[in-house]
């Protein structure tokens, strides 16, 4: 199973830009789908996009259409998410995680077995 760990977090000015790095050890890399979820106190964490396991079929939230780009590097274990044109409801932990299964919706939080830490991102006005 990999383990996951995620930087790039940090404080940044509305309108302003942020590319997280999700890094993965210890497992084959190309088995999982990965998202990137967020959350911010007192909600439920909530995806904000997904990557199939061969830089193939992506998906994004509404919200994040338009604003992020998910994209993976197998061959560094690495998947990021570019954002731009943050605003403060932006602010939120985001997570990275990740599923070998082949079945479910890929979509919840319980769909995904391995997470990593989380980043903090703060947008200030």
């Known amino acids: 199973q990999v383990q996951l760990v995620e930087s790039g977090g940090g404080l940044v000015q509305a309108g302003g830009s942020l590319r997280l790095s999700c890094a993965a050890s210890?497992?084959?890399?190309?088995?999982?789908?990965v998202a990137w979820f967020r959350q911010t106190p007192g909600k439920e964490r909530s995806i904000v996009a997904r990557i199939g396991r061969n830089e193939g079929t992506t998906l994004y939230a509404d919200f994040a259409k338009g604003q992020c780009t998910i994209s993976r590097d197998n061959a560094k274990n690495t998947v990021y998410l570019q954002m731009n044109s943050l605003n403060p409801e932006d602010t939120a932990v985001y997570y990275c995680?990740?599923?070998?299964?082949?079945?479910?919706?890929?979509?919840?939080?319980?769909?995904?077995?391995?997470w990593g830490q989380g980043t903090q991102v703060t947008v200030s006005a």
């Open positions: 995680a990740a599923t070998s299964r082949l079945f479910g919706s890929k979509l919840q939080p319980r769909d995904f077995e391995v």
């Open positions: 210890g497992g084959t890399f190309s088995e999982y789908v």
